[in-house]
């Protein structure tokens, strides 16, 4: 959908593990979706509405346009929006945390409170939905159905909070939607997979997946790609639920249905750490690697199966091939952090223990840990020495920035003088217009 409708612009969407029906853009093409919008969408397109009118947000600069609105009525609300262009820049993987504990609320109001921006998020939106194949009538359906959720209710759901619903914008999307010819759409397996899995392992509770009961008999009344979708969600609770015998006899039906599943791979690395003989799966996942080398599901689930096999010559080998080309992954750091404590390369555990840290934005605790593996360089590692020397000036200067911008907003800080740079870093700072 990113792609279509002359959608030029590189998109990264994100979850995030919150109940609440919500989703939101930022800067740089950040898309965040709550597991609970993916819970109470009831089919692909109601998703997909919610997914495109944020990624017109994005394409018509929504955010720059209200931030420069906004830069004489709240400078300090500015020199937080700077902020966190500084923070995509240095992690942008840090942008989900930041955005989620403060940032991500008042941007999103900011956007969606401005009316013309919404009307023209609504109808760009609409074109981008209905261009990228899915129903342009489920804009107005999901709206609807939001309106009947809170019609009783004292509480407001958050995305309604930062996206206000008024009777007009409904009617404007039934309208808009009736240019297009309505046809019949079905939903992908992978939606039908996803929206089985956040059910299974994000809304329901241990309590409530002890009992299957209810899920069987939902199985029983359906078929085709619904029903898989609903024996998927069976077979993670199984697995959640430690019942492995059941579980691997559902788990080897599926597999026939839909061999080579991304889905059912990442199931099966599930179930071969949970029965306790890791190294089961290590075959199918190296088989799988070799069809899709650097695939994330592939590649993660590899790793995590090899350290659970002891085999962390292999884990520490996929993952920094994989951090070659995704340097900025938390997950894959993280993970390769422990492979080299496991496997008690503590020099190589220091440094990416470091970086792990800078992904973070936490520079104090890099710098510390970038230090404990200076200590332990020879004569024989002045490259590495070189190259952490580097990192640690990298994230003084990122301290530096991000010190700045917690200082009261002004120009002089948004522009820095060029003697405050002695030399060149990977940080820029851009006006946004």
């Known amino acids: 959908m990113a792609k279509s ?14 109940s609440q029906i919500n989703a939101f853009a930022f800067y740089g ?9 993916i819970a109470k969408s009831e089919n692909e397109s109601q998703l997909a509405s ?13 955010l720059a346009r209200s931030k420069e609105a906004a830069t004489n009525r709240a400078p300090l609300t500015l020199a937080g929006i700077v902020g966190s262009i500084i923070l995509a820049a240095v992690s942008p993987q840090l942008v989900m945390a930041s955005m989620m504990a403060t940032s991500a609320g008042t941007q999103q109001a900011m956007i969606n409170y401005t009316r013309g921006n919404e009307q023209e998020a609504d109808r760009i939106g609409m074109n981008i939905l209905a261009n990228s194949g899915y129903d342009p009538y489920a804009a107005a359906e999901f709206f609807t159905k939001l309106q009947e959720q809170v019609r009783y209710k004292s509480s407001i759901p958050a995305f309604l909070v930062t996206h206000p619903l008024p009777d007009s914008r409904v009617t404007d999307a039934r309208l808009r939607a009736q240019q297009y010819e309505k046809k019949f759409y079905t939903d992908s397996l992978d939606f039908l997979l996803v929206k089985a899995r956040v059910d299974a392992r994000y809304v329901k509770s241990q309590a409530d997946n002890s009992d299957t009961t209810n899920l069987v008999d939902r199985i029983k009344k359906t078929s085709g790609n ?40 990442d199931t099966y690395s599930d179930l071969a750490i949970a ?24 590649t993660l689930n590899y790793a995590n199966v090899a350290l659970e096999a002891k085999q962390y010559g292999k884990a520490i080998e996929l993952l920094e091939y ?8 938390l997950l894959a750091t993280q993970m390769l952090v422990d492979a080299y404590k496991d496997a008690k390369n503590m020099a190589k555990y220091n440094i ?24 332990m360089m020879g004569k024989s590692d002045k490259a590495e020495v070189s190259r952490i020397q580097a990192l640690k000036y ?40």
Request: charged fraction near 25%.
């Open 394 to 433: 990298q994230y003084r200067e990122r301290q530096r920035y991000i010190k700045i911008l917690k200082e009261p907003f002004n120009d002089r800080h948004y522009f820095p003088q060029p003697k405050m740079l002695k030399k060149p870093t990977d940080i820029r700072v851009t006006k946004v217009e």
């Open 50 to 62: 919610v997914l495109a009118h944020e990624i017109a947000h994005v394409t018509q600069r929504h």
């Open 5 to 18: 409708n002359d959608v030029n612009f590189p998109f990264t969407f994100f979850g995030v593990n919150n």
């Open 352 to 375: 990416t223990k470091g970086e792990l840290y800078a992904l973070m934005a936490r520079y104090n605790e890099a710098i510390t840990f970038l230090d404990r593996a200076l200590a």
């Open 275 to 298: 029965a306790e003989t890791p190294e089961v799966a290590l075959d199918a996942l190296a088989k799988a690697y070799k069809n899709k080398p650097n695939n994330y599901v592939v």
């Open 322 to 329: 994989f951090l070659l080309k995704k340097p900025k992954d």
């Open 29 to 37: 093409g950040y898309i965040g979706i709550h597991t609970g919008l």
């Open 226 to 265: 619904k029903r898989f979708a609903l024996e998927y969600q069976l077979l993670l609770t199984l697995v959640d639920n430690k019942k492995i015998d059941k579980a691997f006899s559902l788990w080897e039906k599926l597999n026939e249905y839909a061999p080579g599943n991304l889905f059912l791979l």
